[in-house]
């Protein structure tokens, strides 16, 4: 029987949940996702708990806040004076906000705190600081990647 090894493309189906049971992400209704594992592709911890698991064989794990996102960083608030957004962008607590860089990178910044004067934005990952718990299951293991197939299923396993 195949076990998963590094470099084996692997497609699981997963439900990611807080330690509350809230699901922050799951590939339920959409394709499984697709990894190759020892690529960096996922969170080497979530790379790790497949190493060794079969076809059809299921897992539940837990990944620690410094094994996956890091633990939050206060010194990543960041404030903007509102003159510098938009006109009529009216931001609100929560919404997330995708940024450039002066080296055009594409960062993620959450609204913290809104005032009549600024607007105070959170760069922390949005999982920072969590503990993650997993439900996985193997549904392939190949040698090589599968051909690439989009959905429009609204998953970010896509």
């Known amino acids: 029987m195949k076990r998963v090894e590094s470099g084996h493309f692997v497609k699981v189906h997963y439900t990611g949940k807080f330690d509350s049971g809230e699901v922050f992400d799951s590939s339920e209704g959409c394709q499984p996702l697709e990894v190759q594992v020892g690529s960096g592709q996922v969170i080497p911890a979530f790379e790790d708990a497949l190493v060794g698991m079969a076809v059809n064989e299921k897992k539940t794990f837990r990944v620690e806040p410094e094994e996956a996102y890091g633990d939050r960083d206060e010194g990543l608030h960041h404030t903007l004076s509102r003159a510098d957004l938009p006109p009529n962008y009216e931001p609100q607590v929560g919404e997330l906000l995708a940024l450039r860089t002066p080296d055009d990178q594409r960062v993620y910044a959450t609204v913290a705190k809104v005032t ?32 690439q197939q989009g959905c429009d299923c609204g998953c970010s396993c896509c």
């Not at 105070?120 to 990647?145: C, M, R, S, T, W």
């Open 116 to 147: 009549d004067q600024d607007i105070v934005i959170d760069l922390n990952h949005v999982l920072a600081g969590k503990a993650l718990n997993f439900d996985v299951e193997v549904v392939e293991i190949n040698d090589q990647a599968s051909p």
